[in-house]
């Protein structure tokens, strides 16, 4: 089990004074709804990424800050409403209020080089809050910047490209086409590129709303659970990332029966990670715990949400058992859950979240306790082919967990397999007794030979 521990690394950004990037073109002046599944309350955050990129010669002598703020400028024409502000509506229905303020850019140099950031990267990184200055006033999610963006040069002439981005705009799908236009403005190769869609009311309930399932992703779990012991603590809190390669997936496969052994990756992860979660955050046996997984919704509806739409079409199916259940069946008894909630998105379920939204009003929250598990795999999106003029990025992904969620990502270990980083965020006594169930988990399946 490959395990990164936090690099002991520090170095010294020298920051320019934060800009607002504006469209390099007039761009319309009008207000845009975000829709029912876009402006819920679990969504209200901010999630940082992170691109690492190496030198290139082919462009000596150009500042990748320089070179993407130019094209940034020329990307907010047409994506102009990440350049407004949100405003809050009737009943706190969100509004964009396009108004071509701009986005928040920060120009930097750091006196290190990508070397030094150790043979694989992988979250969480070494000073990060200096890679991505959280500028004050800033993180709000009403009357501030959409992104907050950071381009760090390093000693070695390559660069990391940080973003941090209101999660109620875009998912990572609209994310990646965002950046992905930046990146073909930047080598002004844009003239294929698909059109952004906004269209949000197609993810908006029917009128009027209906729900017609039941909803566990938005429980109400015990009322008193954030002020006991069940609720996620914010002091003492470890993150560290967990690699899964070939080898971890072949022993993982071994401990499910045969006629689970063409589940997807996901599933399997998803379903080891959850049961080792569960048994290593000492709840009472008979405790329910809940694992949501974001499942894309885009062609999962008729007609299919047109090329191009860049808002959020993800739901959060749940599944539901106990810690005792968890621990006294094996791990395909997991998996079968997580492939259950899987495959519950429907059309109708979609407008079925939408509904639930508008009728239980936006402050509708995911059960933020620490038996809740929320899982969001990033390793298809495809960011890493995001290519500035600098290459293809080393590593691209998410920076770190969000409270209970945690981002799959694609990275290398040393030996240059490709596979999957999870990042988790526990307390220290519980990290301690997860990494040692994963350990335990492995070593049963290599002793099953």
């Not at 071509?100 to 150790?118: N, R, S, Y």
């Not at 907050?148 to 109620?168: D, E, M, P, S, W």
């Not at 885009?298 to 968890?326: D, E, H, S, W």
């Not at 999106?381 to 290459?391: H, I, K």
Request: glycine letters at 6%; proline letters at 7%.
């Amino acid at each position: 089990m490959a395990t990164l521990p936090t690099i002991p690394l520090t170095f010294t950004v020298r920051r320019c004074k934060p800009e607002l990037v504006a469209p390099a073109k007039p761009t319309p002046c009008e207000q845009k709804l975000l829709s029912d599944i876009d402006d819920q309350a679990s969504l209200r955050f901010q999630v940082p990424f992170v691109h690492f990129y190496r030198h290139q010669p082919s462009m000596e002598g150009k500042h990748p800050a320089e070179v993407i703020k130019t094209a940034l400028a020329q990307t907010l024409v047409f994506y102009y409403p990440f350049a407004g502000r949100l405003r809050e509506g009737v009943n706190g229905k969100l509004i964009v209020d396009c108004n071509g303020e701009g986005v928040l850019f920060i120009k930097a140099d750091a006196d290190v080089t990508l070397e030094q950031f150790g043979d694989t990267l992988q979250p969480p990184f070494p000073c990060f809050h200096e890679l991505l200055f959280d500028v004050p006033g800033t993180e709000g999610m009403l009357n501030c910047p959409l992104f907050l963006i950071q381009v760090t040069r390093l000693k070695c002439g390559g660069f990391i490209f940080a973003i941090r981005l209101n999660h109620v705009m875009c998912d990572a799908f609209g994310l990646k086409q965002f950046v992905s236009t930046v990146a073909a403005m930047a080598q002004g190769e844009a003239t294929h590129l698909v059109p952004p869609v906004w269209e949000r009311h197609l993810l908006d309930a029917r009128d009027p709303p209906r729900v017609t399932f039941t909803h566990h992703e938005y429980d109400e779990v015990e009322a008193a659970a954030a002020t006991t012991t069940t609720s996620l603590p914010l002091d003492n809190l470890v993150e560290r990332s967990f690699f899964f390669g070939p080898a971890e997936f072949s022993l993982l496969r071994r401990l499910l029966p045969l006629h689970l052994q063409h589940c997807t990756r996901f599933e399997l992860l998803t379903a080891f990670l959850w049961r080792c979660r569960s048994l290593a955050i000492n709840l009472d046996p008979e405790e329910e715990v809940r694992m949501l997984c974001a499942v894309n919704a885009r062609y999962k509806i008729f007609p299919p949400l047109p090329q191009g739409y860049y808002g959020n079409a993800f739901v959060f199916p749940a599944a539901i058992t106990t810690v005792k259940n968890l621990r006294q069946n094996p791990l395909g008894y997991a998996v079968e859950l997580v492939k259950q909630a899987k495959t519950s998105l429907t059309e109708e379920y979609m407008k079925s979240v939408a509904a639930l939204m508008v009728i239980r009003g936006k402050r509708l929250l995911f059960p933020n306790v620490i038996g809740s598990f929320i899982i969001s795999d990033l390793t298809k999106m495809g960011l890493e082919d995001v290519d500035f003029g600098w290459g293809k990025a080393v590593f691209a992904g998410t920076a770190k967990a969000v409270g209970v969620v945690s981002f799959f990502v694609q990275a290398k270990n040393k030996k240059g397999e490709v596979g999957t980083s999870v990042e988790i965020c526990l307390p220290a006594p519980a990290m301690e007794r997860f990494a040692e169930e994963l350990d335990n988990m492995l070593i049963t399946a290599a002793n099953r030979g």
